[in-house]
């Protein structure tokens, strides 16, 4: 295996777009190289905010091929004494070979004269050179740009590639930027162009020049600045996954450096005072325990802050930022929430459905009919309340400079105004969760608010006409909708779904532009049974499983999660396998059959009334345990249906000639596949072999 090395030095990218391209530049490398037969053993990509590396080790060359020529049929190629016809001699004579060793090969069209030739694989760098141009043309990025009068397009202008195979520097180009045999250091402290032969070589100058290649290793760097800075003040960083992944990226040589502020700000909340560090200056808070303390930590692309500059410029500008929010804060506070939803009506929601009051006035609609289905009567009242207030905030100073506050603020000025912790909390966390590893509201007064306003935005997206359809989703609405799957399943809520989902498309009159009955059906059968699938396999759930789970129906999503827990815990059960292979029988049977009814008289056979008799009993037994969503107990209640079904198959025929008879026997079978469908289609299970 040969070394290969590629570095694309670029001007700054934002941290999203580096991410994106290192996924893009490992997997169409492999992808390319795997295409055309090259062994590649290990590949893996680096990256910076100026830089996107690519290294790994592959073959030499190509495999060899061995490839097939294919000459005259044989009806052509040879004479009736078996004697090589002309038409044999002449496509030997053009490949170079003695008749003699042309031979017969099998074709879809029958059987030809040919020859088989090894043909010899090519070099690895010659296919490197051929093929990166290509490549790295081909990634994608939120935003393009181009730069001067040059048309190519990428995430920003690229100054040099550096590009090694083994201990050749390779030759390409892009567009009118061919490739160097140099790379340089940290753009700010050491420029300077440096030679290398090697990935090692290469790393370790260019930690010598000021950058770190491996953001694993910066992460690391990070990490351990943070905790020798916050050793000295007894303190804990407020935790923030996103802007740390952010800051990896953004520097080539982490500093950390601990500043202050002044303590006047600590009367604002944590969360205002974490958005304002983290908004525009990419800072930590750092608290002690949950409470903030005049602190803030900065990462910064260098390696060294002798004179403080770095630390003091942050300090300023922080406390003209808080400056600012203290004003905001102070200035929304003159006006309650209950004011400013008088002047919801100054915002549209969305063109062609209305305005924020317009939302407001259907949220307290369906929180209450959503209440009442949950026998929340106590809440109900403050449900209702946090429904009419949850959008306030929108009007808000403190909104309108951090627009990530949305919510949170509107729940810190309800907490201020004196409202309960059930309608602060609700409006505080109504737009959560925002992603599979958010958290979902902590109290059911905020799960009913988030869900209804999730629902509401739903039902008016798809009623105005909007589709969703493979990376189109201008509206995020996939996100949306698979938040209220998250907290459903997380708060194991049990209520009739299409119901909600009647209420939400009601209240909105005449304003939906599609069919009311399209857009429950495309929510119940297609939209978020896809959501269902997507959250359930990233657990780990197997596919088919999933499926099997899913496909009895989403009235009860919360049952979906209990039909597939039970599938999951019992597919190790010996008697698991077998009655699949029972369903799938029985299905394969039933397959385009008209619905009949059972007549007992109409039983012949010992082994069909048994079978009758068995089914009614289990039938009886596990009513109440579907009703109340307790899957694994029915199910295995159904395996008992094994044996009486095995009995009915090898003694009874099920398609007699006798019509009434016939019918009957279908009629069981039917009610046995209609009670199976209730726990899960064990038909869509894969069974191997």
Known sequence: MIEFLLEINTEEMPSSHIRTALSQLEDKLKKELTERNVDVERIQAFGTCRRLVVVGDFAAR????????????????????????????????????????????????????????????SSTQDILEEILSQVISSLSFPKMMRWGEN?????????????????????????????????????????QKIKIK?????????????????????????????????????????????????????????????????????K????????????????????????????????????????????????????????????????????????????????????????????AQRLK?????????????????????????????????????FPSLQGKVGGLYARKEGYPMSVWKAIHEHYQPVSLNDASPSTLTGVIVSIADKLDSIVGGLGIGIRI?????????????????????????????????????????DKLHEDK?????????????????????????????????????IDNLYYSYLRLKALDSLKDSPQFEPLILIAKRVNNILLGQPHYKINEELFLEKEERELFTTFSIIKENIRSMISTGDFSKAQRFIFRLRSSINNFFDNVLVM??????????LALLQAISKLLIQIADYSRIVVEG
């Open 62 to 121: 190509q495999k060899d091929r061995e490839e097939e020529i294919i000459g005259p049929p044989k009806s052509v190629a040879f004479e009736p004494d078996g004697s090589p016809s002309p038409a044999a001699k002449g496509f030997a004579r053009s490949q170079g070979i003695n008749v003699e060793k042309l031979e017969l090969i099998e074709t879809e069209k029958g059987k030809y004269v040919g020859l088989k030739k090894i043909m010899k694989g």
């Open 151 to 191: 048309p190519y397009r990428f995430s920003r202008p690229i100054k040099n590639i550096l590009c090694l195979f083994g201990q050749e520097y390779l030759s390409f180009s892009i567009d009118n930027i061919s490739t160097s045999d140099f790379t340089t250091g940290h753009k700010i402290y050491f420029p």
């Open 198 to 266: 090697s990935f090692s070589e290469y790393k370790a100058m260019l930690k010598k020049n000021k950058v770190v290649v491996d953001q694993e290793e910066r992460r690391e760097m990070i990490f351990r600045q943070i905790e020798r800075k916050l050793t000295t003040v007894d303190a804990q960083i407020y935790p923030d996954d996103q802007l740390l992944e952010k800051l990896v990226y953004d520097v080539e040589y982490p500093y950390v450096f601990l500043g202050v502020f002044p303590e006047e700000y600590l």
């Open 268 to 359: 604002l909340p944590l969360e205002i005072l974490s958005t304002a560090m983290k908004v525009g200056q990419n800072l930590f808070s750092v608290v002690r325990g949950k409470k903030q303390l005049p602190y803030f930590l900065g990462v910064a692309d260098a390696f060294r802050d002798s004179k403080a500059l770095i630390r003091k410029g942050n300090e300023r500008v922080l406390k003209a930022r808080l400056e600012d929010a203290k004003f905001f804060w102070e200035q929304d506070l003159k006006t309650t929430l209950k004011e400013k939803s008088k002047r919801l009506n100054q915002i549209i929601f969305q063109e062609g459905l209305g305005n924020y009051e317009d939302k």
């Open 365 to 401: 609609k369906i929180v209450s009919y959503f209440a009442d289905k949950l026998d929340e009567k106590k809440e109900k009242k403050h449900i209702i309340e946090a429904a009419e207030l949850c959008k306030a905030d929108l009007l808000t100073e403190m909104v309108r400079e």
């Open 469 to 509: 359809s493979g990376s189109k989703d201008p509206f995020g609405l996939r996100r949306i909708a698979q938040a209220v799957c998250k907290i459903i399943l997380d708060n194991k809520i049990s209520f009739s779904f299409s119901r909600l989902l009647d209420k939400v498309i009601s209240v909105y009159d």
């Open 517 to 553: 009955v399209f857009i429950k059906d495309y929510c119940m059968k297609e939209f978020f049974i896809d959501r269902l699938q997507y959250i359930f396999e990233s657990q780990g759930y197997r596919y088919d499983l999933v499926n099997a789970a899913l496909a009895p129906g």
């Open 656 to 665: 007699v000639d006798d019509k009434r008879i016939r019918r009957n026997r």
